[in-house]
């Protein structure tokens, strides 16, 4: 991916520490910490580590692609090792919402942004609920598996709303 480290920011949410800067010797440990920090040093992504990660009052950011699949311990050495198809540790990196009925809502706000490399799933209690929600977005879902709620009486995978989404498997 990346020679230097600062092309991207780098997050592990075992091994990182928001603290730290978001590089891949030193990656932060909460989302939302590494998009804001994205955005603010106008990069085009954030490399994710294996991990769950709660989308509960997550930001998105225009232009701010989400590559997950990582093993976090391969950061420091430069190798970035990935493969989006294992759901096991190190490689697993799991999107949940702990506050919605929709986990992953994305809308004209975050531009043409890439979401890949995640197993996505929607495990909050409730009669009805969303995995992910497109509204008048352009945005791009490759290579992430979407989990409905087996429990809800009404469960939608993708949902889109307008726009132009591209969605690759």
Same mark, same amino acid.
Do not use: M, W
């Given at each position: 991916?990346?020679?230097?480290?600062?092309?991207?920011? =780098?997050?592990?949410?075992?091994?990182?520490?928001?603290?730290? %800067?978001?590089?891949?010797?030193?990656?932060?440990?909460?989302?939302?910490?590494?998009?804001?920090?994205?955005?603010?040093?106008?990069?085009?992504? #954030?490399?994710?580590?294996?991990?769950?990660?709660?989308?509960?009052?997550?930001?998105?950011? %225009?232009?701010?692609?989400?590559?997950?699949? =990582?093993?976090?311990?391969?950061? %420091?050495?430069?190798?970035?090792?990935?493969?989006?198809?294992?759901?096991?540790?190190? =490689?697993?990196? =799991?999107?949940?919402?702990?506050?919605?009925?929709?986990?992953?809502?994305?809308?004209?706000? #975050?531009?043409?942004?890439?979401?890949?490399?995640?197993?996505?799933?929607?495990?909050?209690?409730?009669?009805?609920?969303?995995?992910?929600?497109?509204?008048?977005?352009? #945005?791009?879902?490759?290579?992430?598996? %979407?989990?409905?709620?087996?429990?809800?009486?009404?469960?939608?995978?993708?949902?889109?709303?307008?726009?132009?989404?591209?969605?690759?498997?």
């Amino acid at each position: 991916i990346d020679g230097d480290g600062f092309s991207y920011v =780098y997050l592990d949410e075992q091994n990182g520490s928001d603290d730290d %800067i978001g590089v891949f010797a030193e990656p932060v440990a909460s989302l939302q910490k590494a998009i804001l920090l994205a955005y603010e040093r106008n990069e085009d992504a #954030v490399i994710i580590a294996g991990g769950k990660y709660d989308l509960k009052d997550v930001l998105f950011k %225009i232009g701010i692609d989400l590559l997950g699949g =990582y093993d976090g311990t391969t950061f %420091i050495d430069h190798s970035n090792k990935r493969d989006i198809r294992k759901s096991d540790s190190p =490689y697993g990196t =799991y999107l949940y919402n702990s506050g919605s009925t929709v986990t992953l809502s994305l809308g004209s706000d #975050v531009g043409s942004i890439t979401v890949e490399g995640f197993h996505i799933e929607n495990t909050l209690e409730s009669q009805s609920s969303t995995t992910v929600k497109l509204e008048e977005t352009s #945005v791009i879902l490759r290579g992430n598996t %979407i989990f409905i709620n087996a429990e809800a009486s009404f469960s939608k995978g993708i949902e889109v709303i307008g726009g132009t989404p591209v969605i690759e498997a």
